[in-house]
């Protein structure tokens, strides 16, 4: 049986289970889902300040992690904060929400959309989009602009804005696909595409699966090149926690 280490990288405990609850509705019958989030950090993740923080508790779980054997890691957060790193601590795959969402959504539709919470996060996806090599497949991206932890607060508006804004994507942007922009827009996906008959993937069940068939096909996190173990040094103070051995 696979078991897989779902990380929120923020602390938000009703994000946690959300994520999780995602995770677990994509996982193949037999597959073990472990949400975590880190013990300390940021509530919810809305620039790059809030990611450099989120970076070093996601390093922590990945640790944790590979300490406890697991198959493979899903950074569920739309900026994928700290992935190269975790890569290079980590021994089996590391899969980032944005990653696995965008890659899904080039399989299926010439061109995608974004939706996700804050303006000011926009720049994080951009900057994605360009390291990934899919800028040119992204037709729009769009903010609702609410806080992050709207999704979570039970009154259904950052909900019922999502979908707004889905539908607005797919009427203006000539976009075959969108992708969710957060991990707490998760749970959303599946009656979106059903409503809107386009499809609308969530990162969440996307990495889920990728880690599912890289641990099928006998692949995990590549130690020969630039992500080989870190090189050996002595870590001070809080980070001696993170060595990587
Ligand atoms: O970038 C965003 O808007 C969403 C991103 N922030 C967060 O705390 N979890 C996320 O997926």
């Known amino acids: 049986a696979v078991c897989i280490q779902v990380i929120n990288p923020n602390t938000d405990p009703?994000?946690?289970?959300?994520i999780g609850a995602a995770a677990r509705a994509a996982a193949a019958p037999g597959t073990e889902i472990l949400a975590v989030c880190p013990a300390e950090g940021v509530p919810s993740i809305e620039g790059h300040f809030d990611e450099a923080v989120a970076a070093i508790g996601v390093?922590?779980?990945i640790k944790a992690g590979?300490?406890?054997g697991v198959d493979g890691h899903v950074i569920a957060c739309f900026?994928?904060?700290g992935l190269l790193a975790a890569r290079e601590l980590a021994?089996?795959?590391?899969?980032?929400i944005a990653e696995a969402a965008m890659h899904m959504a080039t399989l299926v539709a010439t061109r995608f959309s974004i939706v996700t919470t804050l303006p000011r996060t926009l720049i994080i996806a951009r900057h994605l989009l360009r390291q990934y090599g899919f800028s040119e497949h992204c037709a729009a991206l769009h903010a609702i602009d609410l806080p992050v932890l709207a999704l979570e607060d039970g009154s259904g508006r950052a909900q019922h804005m999502v979908r707004e804004r889905c539908i607005q994507a797919m009427r203006q942007d000539g976009c075959g696909a969108i992708v969710l922009g957060c991990g707490g827009m998760a749970s959303l996906a599946r009656e979106l595409t059903q409503e809107l008959r386009m499809p609308v993937i969530d990162g969440v069940g996307a990495a889920v699966k990728m880690v599912e068939s890289l641990a099928a096909l006998g692949l995990s996190t590549s130690k020969y090149g630039d992500l080989a173990w870190p090189e050996r040094k002595a870590l001070s103070g809080k980070f001696q926690s993170l060595h990587p051995c």
């Open 91 to 96: 021994q089996a795959p590391v899969i980032g």
């Open 66 to 68: 590979r300490e406890r």
């Open 79 to 81: 900026g994928d904060p």
């Open 59 to 61: 390093l922590e779980q």
């Open 14 to 18: 009703g994000m946690t289970e959300t």
